[in-house]
């Protein structure tokens, strides 16, 4: 049985779904100037942190040398009066190495040596912070912490501008990965926060984590005495600075600036003051 014909200006109608999208012209180049630099910026400084991290792995923290006598040790590391013990007495000795230790060296029971200038043994790094590498694992934990900071900022910038657009996208899915990202980046930033923070205030005092402890026990022993405790290694904001970070101050962010030392002698605040006893 044939099919009724419709008339010509009959007009059949579907429901269709309609959605409404943003122009090209006003949301794409508003958006990807913005988005590219971010990208850019965020990159440079997560490479800056896993190439310094990496040196930092790498890089030995400096070792006393071994097998040598109580004359050449002093001439070798040019000890005076000044290089005494903060427990008070004699050039220190390690009954584990079987060496005398420089000054600032102290010996690590996980790597099992004496490290120049130990600051701690870091597990993160399965390494010593000491001598060569302080500077770079200094500079990796500022990259790091500059890093989750601006990821953390884009992270509330990108809830707090276009909620609507991630409801639009995935519903519930960008939200979830959010808060997820978010319940990571808090704490993160918060504990390279404050690590970046105590080395700065290691840095401006010329100490390390070791004398910063052995400083207050010295500093109770001093008081009880009637006496006053002042770190020998304090020479002044700028010396300190640039007696850990080197003499140039565009290269204190770079993984090397040229100024290592031996780290077996090191200024001291007795310096200056001979000095100046004898000008």
């Keep these: 049985m044939p099919f009724p014909s419709l008339p010509r200006d009959a007009v059949v109608s579907t429901p269709v779904p309609l959605v409404s999208l943003p122009p090209n012209d006003e949301a794409t180049p508003q958006l990807l100037p913005s988005g590219i630099m971010n990208a850019v910026v965020f990159t440079a400084i997560a490479l800056l942190s896993v190439l310094n991290y990496t040196i930092a792995i790498l890089t030995d923290p400096g070792r006393?040398?071994?097998g040598l006598s109580f004359l050449d040790f002093l001439c070798h590391c040019s000890v005076s009066v000044n290089f005494i013990d903060f427990s008070g007495g004699d050039l220190r000795y390690c009954q584990k190495c079987s060496h005398f230790k420089p000054p600032r060296a102290h010996h690590c029971r996980v790597c099992r040596r004496c490290?120049?200038?130990?600051?701690?043994?870091?597990?993160?790094i399965s390494n010593c912070v000491g001598h060569a590498n302080?500077?770079?694992?200094?500079?990796?934990?500022?990259?790091?912490?500059?890093?989750?900071i601006y990821s953390l900022v884009l992270l509330v910038g990108s809830l707090t501008v276009d909620p609507l657009k991630d409801e639009l996208q995935s519903g519930d899915s960008?939200?979830?990965?959010?808060?997820?990202s978010g319940l990571l980046l808090v704490p993160l930033s918060a504990a390279l926060g404050v690590l970046l923070g105590w080395h700065v205030y290691l840095i401006l005092?010329?100490?390390?984590?070791?004398e910063y402890h052995e400083g207050v026990r010295a500093m109770l022993l001093a008081e009880k005495g009637g006496h006053v405790y002042k770190h020998p290694y304090d020479v002044g904001t700028y010396e300190n600075l640039t007696t850990v970070l080197g003499p140039r101050i565009f290269c204190w962010v770079c993984p090397t600036s040229g100024y290592i030392g031996s780290g077996l002698r090191f200024p001291t605040a007795y310096d200056s003051m001979a000095s100046a006893s004898v000008r």
């Design 134 to 148: 302080y500077k770079v694992f200094f500079v990796f934990v500022v990259y790091a912490a500059i890093a989750c």
């Design 174 to 180: 960008f939200r979830t990965i959010y808060v997820i």
């Design 115 to 124: 490290v120049l200038r130990m600051d701690h043994h870091c597990i993160w």
């Design 205 to 210: 005092q010329n100490k390390t984590t070791i």
């Design 64 to 66: 006393s040398n071994k």
